[in-house]
T-cell receptor, first 111, second 113 residues
């Protein structure tokens, strides 16, 4: 079936270090969406990318959508404690509307 | 607050009991989704409504689960004869357009003893 693989599952960083999570879909996506879920919270929408090769920035966050519209990445520069949480990618295959979710990457800041 | 709301936020029940959860989407959103999320996993799609019509159910969804959206506004998710494996966070989301951003409610955390 259609899947979105997301790696790594966890990433431990020192505050101030960079963080990257990658998504790879088994099928072409019509768009890619990124969500952040804080511990004990619910997913909160961050951004949507639609165009092939699109890059968007939100302050220290950089989002990319691959040329083939099958992969995406989120890069956080100089992490802060407020960045802690699990980052999910999700996208609807071009064949239907239903979002297929990655399993998430948990960002952990080392004390 | 005009976001998605869910009630109750927490539910503890005994195995075999029925439970019902409610979701109130953002008022102008005509699409409503139910997901289930367990620890360390992403949201798992359960079912989807466009207005009052239930357009898709996950093949993984047991027949003990039923959802309604009778007037195209709020929705209910009922689980009959609950099992311990039903323990999870049940999330509701809504969106305005097909394939558009989904806005999530705070979820209902279910614990089946």
């Amino acid at each position: 079936g259609q899947q979105v693989m997301q790696i790594p599952q966890y990433q431990h960083v020192q505050e101030g270090e960079d963080f990257t999570t990658y998504c790879n879909s088994s099928t072409t996506l019509s768009n890619i969406q990124w969500y952040k879920q804080r511990p004990g919270g619910h997913p909160v929408f961050l951004i949507q990318l639609v165009k092939s090769g699109e890059v968007k920035k939100q302050k220290r966050l950089t989002f990319q959508f691959g040329e083939a519209k099958k992969n995406s990445s989120l890069h956080i520069t100089a992490t802060q404690t407020t960045d802690v949480g699990t980052y999910f990618c999700a996208g609807p295959p071009e064949s239907n509307y239903q979002l297929i979710w990655g399993a998430g990457t948990k960002l952990i800041i080392k004390p | 607050d005009t976001g998605v709301s869910q009630d109750p936020r927490h539910k503890i029940t005994k195995r075999g009991q029925n439970v019902t959860f409610r979701c109130d989407p953002i008022s102008e959103h005509n699409r409503l989704y139910w997901y289930r999320q367990t620890l360390g996993q992403g949201p798992e799609f359960l079912t989807y409504f466009q207005n009052e019509a239930q357009l898709e159910k996950s093949r993984l969804l047991s027949d003990r689960f039923s959802a309604e959206r009778p007037k195209g506004s709020f929705s209910t998710l009922e689980i009959q004869r609950t099992e311990q494996g039903d323990s999870a966070m049940y999330l509701c989301a809504s969106s305005f357009q097909k394939r558009e951003t989904q806005y999530f409610g705070p979820g209902t955390r279910l614990l089946v003893l």
